[in-house]
């Protein structure tokens, strides 16, 4: 029997909040609009420069923030891996579902949209753009096809993100200059060192805020902000929620 590839659609959400889990892995590309999305214990936005992977069987909640137009693949499972994706990957969406998306994997959500709108990929079509997608988002995401140089700073953020990380000081663990590692990192993952760190420690304290009993302010502290305003206003600009919205499961 062949092995079942994935399916490619283009949909539109409601803004009424849905929670369900499915027996496939499912991964959403913004083209348009905003979508608050909650897997597990972790909150975020799909949006411009964002998209997530949701790994199956997981629970999570979903609303659209107004009118809004997503590429989405459902992507079988193999055990309870994704098809196609490598380890490095798998491991990344089961500790966040969010990665963010550089103008080259922006474009190619853009041109697969186009494709569906002009009618119903054939099957040859789907797998083709199933592996450029899936191969996209594993040169991105995967640590082991990264430069080890990026890889090592990267192990750095996950590992002590707690902690005050300069761009200078994940510059020196990778053993490069500034500026280069910044170019490096930035080409590599699609976003800048800085908004990479900030990313990781807004998953980790909205984890935090759902599944902990911990005041704002010592979540705050225990995930690298100077104190809870600093938390505060990295939420709001970046999630466009406050920490005690998020923990009340309003945002």
Not at 57 to 74: I, K, M, P, Q, T
Not at 80 to 108: C, E, H, M, N, Y
Request: net charge positive; charged share 20%.
């Amino acid at each position: 029997m062949a092995e079942r590839t994935a399916e490619v659609s283009l949909r539109s959400y409601g803004e009424t909040e849905t929670i369900h889990a499915h027996d496939w892995h499912q991964l959403v590309l913004p083209i348009m609009g905003a979508h608050a999305l909650g897997v597990g214990d972790t909150e975020g936005t799909i949006q411009a420069g964002r998209g997530a992977l949701i790994p199956s069987s997981v629970a999570h909640r979903y609303r659209a923030l107004g009118e809004n137009c997503f590429v989405v693949l459902d992507i079988p499972r193999q055990g309870t891996r994704a098809q196609g994706l490598p380890d490095g990957v798998w491991r990344r969406a089961l500790a966040s579902p969010f990665f963010p998306i550089d103008k080259g994997l922006a474009r190619l959500a853009d041109y697969l949209a186009h494709e569906i709108v002009e009618g119903p990929l054939d099957a040859a079509t789907e797998h083709h753009a199933t592996a450029l997608v899936i191969g996209a988002l594993t040169r991105r995401l995967d640590p082991s096809a990264m430069p080890r140089a990026i890889a090592r700073a990267i192990e750095c953020i996950q590992t002590a993100y707690a902690r005050p990380l300069s761009v200078g000081v994940l510059a020196r663990h990778a053993g490069l200059s500034v500026s280069t590692f910044h170019d490096r990192f930035r080409k590599a993952t699609g976003q800048s060192p800085a908004d990479y760190l900030a990313e990781l420690r807004l998953d980790h304290a909205a984890r935090l805020l759902r599944a902990s009993d911990l005041s704002i302010a010592e979540i705050a502290l225990a995930t690298g902000f100077s104190e809870q305003s600093a938390l505060t206003r990295s939420f709001r600009r970046r999630r466009g929620a406050t920490p005690a919205r998020i923990r009340r499961g309003q945002a």
